[in-house]
C-alpha cells in the first residue's frame, strides 16, 4: 500500500521544472515573503462595531441571531428547542420517539439545558443520529465581516452542525472577532488547529442555487441556524 | 484534425444555433453579474486582493516541491495517507484499491472537477462500486448521464421544467413538483439514505495547505462536510497545484473564492480537515487518504511562460465573462475544464495536437484575463498555444497558405490595394456563380450563417472620394 514509485518522479519533475527560467518579475527570487497572518490586511475596510456588523451580516445570510442575557438565555433556548421538537413531532414520518436534541457535552450547555424538558442525547454518548431534530453546540469563534460561526470537531464532532435539521449554536459576545484573519489567528493560537480533526466556518444555513439559480435554503445541511449571542 | 476537434466543431455549431440554451445561460450570468459586482463592494481594493493572490500562488508554485513535501508530513503527522499519481489511471487506481480493501460497495461524492478530469465515478462504477454525487447540480447532470456543464454550476443549462421531469422519472416525485424548494427536497431526502450507508467518501479539494496538512474545502450545501463525515473512509483528489503555504492565507482566499465563484460574501461551509477522526472526537473516518495528482502539471510547470495557469483556483470567472462559452455552453469543449480556463490549460495538461484547438475558442476579448481573481493572463496563454500550434505545424496547410498570402499583400501599400481589388472582384463573381452559403461556397463556414457583402469599393478609395469633396483639403492624407 505503501509503495509509490510516483512520489519520486513528480516530485523530480517539479525540481526540473522550477529550475526552468520564470518570466521576469515573476521569478522565484523576487517573491516577497509576507509575514504570517497579514494576507488580507488592508484588503477590506475597517469594521468600526464588530456586534452590529455581525448582526448585520447574519441578518443577510439568513442565520437567525438572539440576543440574550443571563437572565433570559435558559428561556430563548427553551423557546427555540420546543418550537423545533413540536416540528419534529407534528411530521407525519414514523420513529418521532427516537427523536432527540444532540447537545455538545458541555458545562455551560449542560446548565442551560437543566431546565429543558426534551430528550437530549449528549456527543459523550456517541454521534447525532439522523432522526435527531436539533444539535446544539459551543463555536470556538465569531466572525463580525461575515456573520460567521466557527467550529471545530471538538463542538461536539464533525456532524453535530450539519446532520440535524437544526444547529443552534451558543456563544458569548467576547468570542466576537472583527476578520477571518483574527479568526485563524485564535484558533491557531488555540491549539485547536493542531488537536482537532475539523474546523468549518459556517456562514448562515445550508444553501443551494443550482436549479436556475434560485436560492433554496437547507439543501444537506440545516435549513435553520440560530445563534444565542449572550451579551 | 484529432478527434476531439472534430467533435467540438459539431457541438461548437450546434449550441451556437440553440438560442432557448443561450437565453437559459443569459439569465444565470445576469444573475452571477449581480451578485458578483455587489461581492466586490466588499472589499477595499479588489485589485489589490487580486494582486495579493497571485503573490501567494507565485509563491506557493515556486516552491512547490518544498510545499507538498510539507503538506505530505504534516498528513502523515495526522495519521492521514499521502499517494503521488503520475497519471489519471494511478489514480484511479489507489482509489479503487482502498474501496476493494474496505469491500466498499457504496461510494458518495462531493463535487471534485480532478475526479471528472480523471473519469472516476465511471472506473468505481465499472468495478462494481455505486457511486452517487451529492452536491445537487452534480447529482442533476448524474441522472442525466452528462457531465457537468460548469465548474461552479454544474446543471446551469437545465430549466427547472427539465429538472422536475427528471426527477419524476428517476426518484418518483409526484408530477407537479416543480418549485426549486420542492426539487431540492427530493433530492435531500434521496441522498440522505446515501450518506447515511455509503462506505467510502469522495472530495476534492479546493486548497492545501502545507503549513498544517489540511484540506480546504468550500461549499453551500452541506453536501461535502457530511461526505467527510459519515463514511468510515475519506479520500481526498486532488491536484498537485492546489497547495498554498499558510493557512493565514485563507483568509483572503476564502472570500476571493466565494466573491469570484458566485458573488457571495463568503461561502456557507468552508471546511478544513486534518486526517481521520481523533481519538476523543464524536465521529469521523476510520481512514484518510490524498491523492496528489499530476497528469501534465508538471509539464505545464516546466512552461515557465504559462506557469501561472497552475494558479487557478478554478472559480469559473472566467466561464461567467467568456462570449463564446455564453455562446457554445459548457459541454461543447469535452474537457472537464471548459471555457477560457480549460482552453488555456488543457492543451498543456493533455497535448496540442489534440487540444490545441480549444485554444482558438476565443474571441481575444480579454475579459476572462480582466476578471480573473489570481490574475492569469489567461487571453495572452491562449495567444502563445496558438503560437506553438504554428510553430509545430500542428495547423492546416491551407490556414498557413492563407497567412502567407496576408502577410505578402500586407506588407507593401501598392501590393494591398491591388489584392484588395481583386478580392472584392471575386467575391461578386463568386456571389453571381454560386448560391450563398450552399455547399459550393467556398465561404460557406461564414456565409452558411451570415452575409458576407464586399463593399463596393476599398477604403482608400472611399476616403479619395470623401475628402475629395472637402474643399482645401482634398488629396490630403490619402496614402497613409
Known amino acids: 500500500m505503501d509503495a509509490n514509485p510516483g512520489r519520486e518522479r513528480i516530485l523530480e519533475r517539479i525540481r526540473a521544472a522550477l529550475a526552468a527560467e520564470p518570466p521576469p518579475g515573476r521569478n522565484r527570487g523576487n517573491i516577497p515573503n509576507r509575514d504570517a497572518g497579514l494576507s488580507a490586511s488592508g484588503v477590506f475596510p475597517p469594521i468600526d462595531d464588530s456586534l452590529a456588523r455581525f448582526r448585520a451580516e447574519c441578518e443577510a445570510n439568513r442565520t437567525e441571531l438572539h440576543l440574550v442575557t443571563a437572565e433570559d438565555e435558559a428561556a430563548c433556548l427553551r423557546e427555540l428547542v420546543e418550537q423545533e421538537r413540536l416540528r419534529a413531532e407534528s411530521s407525519a414520518d414514523p420513529g418521532a420517539a427516537e427523536r432527540r436534541i444532540f447537545v455538545q457535552d458541555a458545562p455551560e450547555l449542560r446548565r442551560l439545558m437543566e ?18 431534530f436539533a444539535g446544539l453546540t459551543l463555536a470556538e469563534v465569531l466572525v463580525a465581516r461575515t456573520g460567521s460561526v466557527l467550529i471545530t470537531a471538538f463542538e461536539g464532532g464533525r456532524t453535530a ?12 459576545v467576547a468570542q466576537l472577532v472583527s476578520g ?14 493542531r488537536d482537532v480533526s475539523m474546523l468549518s466556518l459556517i456562514t448562515g444555513p445550508s444553501r443551494t442555487s443550482d436549479i436556475e439559480k434560485m436560492l433554496v435554503l437547507g439543501a444537506h445541511g440545516p435549513r435553520r441556524l440560530a445563534v444565542l449571542l449572550r451579551l | ?28 450570468i445576469v444573475t452571477y453579474d449581480r451578485a458578483f459586482d455587489a461581492g466586490r463592494q466588499r472589499f477595499a481594493d479588489w485589485q489589490a486582493a487580486r494582486t495579493r493572490c497571485h503573490a501567494i500562488k507565485a509563491e506557493a508554485i515556486a516552491h512547490l516541491d518544498e510545499h507538498l513535501l510539507q503538506f505530505e508530513e504534516q498528513v502523515q503527522a495526522r495519521g492521514g495517507h499521502v499517494f503521488w499519481a503520475e497519471t489519471a489511471g494511478e489514480a484511479r487506481d489507489y482509489i479503487l484499491g482502498v474501496a476493494r480493501r474496505h469491500g466498499v460497495r457504496l461510494a458518495i461524492k462531493s463535487k471534485s472537477m480532478v475526479s471528472e478530469e480523471v473519469h472516476l465515478a465511471a472506473a468505481l462504477q465499472a468495478a462494481g462500486v455505486e457511486t452517487v ?22 446543471a446551469m443549462h437545465l430549466r427547472r421544467e427539465q429538472i422536475a421531469e427528471l426527477f419524476h422519472r428517476e426518484l418518483n416525485t409526484p408530477p407537479g413538483t416543480e418549485s426549486a424548494e420542492e426539487l431540492a427536497g427530493a433530492a435531500r431526502v434521496a441522498l440522505r439514505e446515501k450518506f447515511l450507508t455509503a462506505g467510502m467518501g469522495i472530495t476534492g479539494a479546493n486548497f492545501l495547505v502545507a503549513d498544517t496538512g489540511m484540506v480546504a474545502i468550500t461549499e453551500n450545501e452541506g453536501n461535502a462536510r457530511l461526505t467527510f463525515s459519515l463514511p468510515p473512509v475519506h479520500v481526498v483528489l ?30 456557507c461551509y468552508n471546511s478544513l480537515i486534518g486526517g481521520p477522526r481523533r481519538a476523543g472526537e464524536t465521529d469521523g473516518p476510520e481512514e484518510f487518504h490524498v491523492v496528489l495528482l499530476d497528469n501534465g502539471r508538471t509539464t505545464a510547470l516546466a512552461d515557465a511562460e504559462r506557469r501561472d495557469l497552475l494558479h487557478c483556483i478554478r472559480c469559473g470567472a472566467c466561464l461567467n465573462v467568456c462570449p463564446v462559452f455564453h455562446t457554445i455552453g459548457g459541454h461543447a469543449y469535452g474537457t472537464a475544464y471548459p471555457g477560457p480556463i480549460g482552453a488555456a490549460l488543457v492543451p498543456l495538461l493533455q497535448g496540442l495536437e489534440g487540444f490545441g484547438h480549444l485554444s482558438f475558442a476565443s474571441s481575444l476579448c480579454g475579459a476572462c484575463t480582466e ?40 506588407s507593401d501599400a501598392g501590393r494591398f490595394e491591388r489584392a484588395g481589388n481583386l478580392l472584392r472582384r471575386l467575391l461578386r463573381y463568386k456571389s453571381a456563380a454560386v448560391r450563398e452559403g450552399s455547399h459550393l461556397d467556398p465561404f460557406r463556414p461564414w456565409t452558411r450563417w451570415r452575409a458576407l457583402a464586399p463593399p463596393a469599393e476599398s ?15 482634398a488629396g490630403k492624407g490619402a496614402g497613409n
Open chain 2, 1 to 28: 484534425m484529432s478527434q476531439a476537434e472534430r467533435t467540438f466543431d459539431r457541438l461548437a455549431a450546434r449550441a451556437a444555433r440553440d438560442l432557448p440554451q443561450q437565453q437559459i445561460i443569459r439569465n444565470n
Open chain 1, 115 to 132: 431546565k429543558s424538558s426534551a430528550p437530549v442525547r449528549w456527543s459523550a454518548a456517541g454521534p447525532p443520529q439522523a432522526a435527531d
Open chain 2, 371 to 410: 476578471i480573473c481573481p489570481v490574475e492569469i493572463d489567461l487571453h495572452h496563454h491562449l495567444v502563445r498555444n496558438r503560437r506553438d500550434m504554428a510553430s509545430k505545424r500542428l495547423r492546416p496547410a491551407s490556414e498557413r497558405l492563407g497567412l502567407g498570402l496576408w502577410r505578402w499583400a500586407a
Open chain 2, 238 to 267: 486532488t491536484g498537485i497545484e492546489k497547495v498554498i503555504p499558510r493557512l493565514a492565507d485563507l483568509a483572503l482566499f476564502w472570500p476571493v473564492l466565494s466573491t469570484a465563484g458566485t458573488g457571495q460574501a463568503i461561502t
Open chain 1, 180 to 193: 477571518l484573519g483574527e479568526a485563524i489567528e485564535h484558533v491557531q493560537a488555540s491549539g485547536r488547529v
Open chain 2, 459 to 473: 477604403f482608400r478609395e472611399w476616403w479619395r472620394r470623401e475628402r475629395a469633396g472637402q474643399p482645401g483639403r
Open chain 2, 133 to 154: 454525487e451529492t452536491d445537487l447540480g452534480e447529482y442533476i447532470v448524474q441522472l442525466r448521464h452528462e457531465p457537468p456543464y460548469h465548474i461552479v454550476t454544474p
Open chain 1, 161 to 172: 452542525s450539519v446532520l440535524p435539521p437544526v444547529h443552534i449554536v451558543y456563544a458569548r
